[in-house]
């Protein structure tokens, strides 16, 4: 059976709703920063660098939120949440997991960190400020007429930017951009979200 480790809002959301959408056996094993599990040996056993989400499959052993999401999609691709290899729609669905990994996470990552922790100053708050707003700017556009971000049907590019939506950093910015609300909002409305992780 598939095992998935992980806790609270962090990436670990992403491949737990996968799960939930897929609608297939796992279980979770939730893991507590603060009582030290991060650096328990079983746990760095299986991740060597102690972070989660870490995702268990017999004895493949992943540990990238993002390669989780790829990978629950070809192993089940009877659920059509992700399109097969080698189709325009796949590249489309890819285009859009790299957009989001390398142009809009990384700027929420940086005000995060600093809203958090204190990390940076006010140079680099500006820049991740610009640097999000252009990266919005063009997710807000493919959305104005579109349900989700590879067209009509929903697939890992939606977990991923739904959860990035949700980040507490960014609750002022989503709430002033009406196409980016209402986008969160339908799609963590979905039985598969999950919102108990929210309450």
Do not use: C
Not at 136 to 162: C, K, M, Q, S
Request: proline residues 8%; glycine residues 8%; charged residues 25%.
């Amino acid at each position: 059976m598939l095992v998935l480790y992980g806790g609270g809002r962090s990436r670990w959301v992403r491949p737990l709703w996968m799960l939930r959408e897929l609608d297939v056996p796992f279980r979770t094993v939730v893991v507590d920063r603060d009582a030290g599990d991060l650096d328990a040996p079983a746990f760095r056993a299986l991740n060597p660098v102690g972070k989660i989400p870490v995702l268990v499959d017999g004895d493949l052993v992943l540990a990238e939120s993002w390669a989780m999401l790829a990978y629950l999609g070809d192993k089940f691709p009877d659920r059509g949440l992700v399109p097969p290899p080698a189709t325009h729609e796949r590249a489309i669905h890819d285009q859009w997991m790299f957009y989001l990994a390398t142009e809009l996470e990384p700027p929420i990552w940086l005000l995060h960190r600093q809203t958090t922790f204190g990390e940076g100053g006010r140079e680099v708050r500006a820049l991740a400020e610009t640097n999000l707003a252009r990266a919005a700017a063009y997710v807000e556009e493919r959305l104005r007429d579109r349900a989700h971000l590879t067209g009509d049907a929903f697939g890992p590019p939606d977990i991923v930017l739904g959860h990035l939506l949700t980040w507490r950093v960014l609750a002022a910015f989503v709430e002033e951009r009406p196409t980016l609300r209402t986008y969160r909002d339908r799609v963590t409305s979905r039985p598969g979200f999950p919102s108990f992780l929210y309450a």
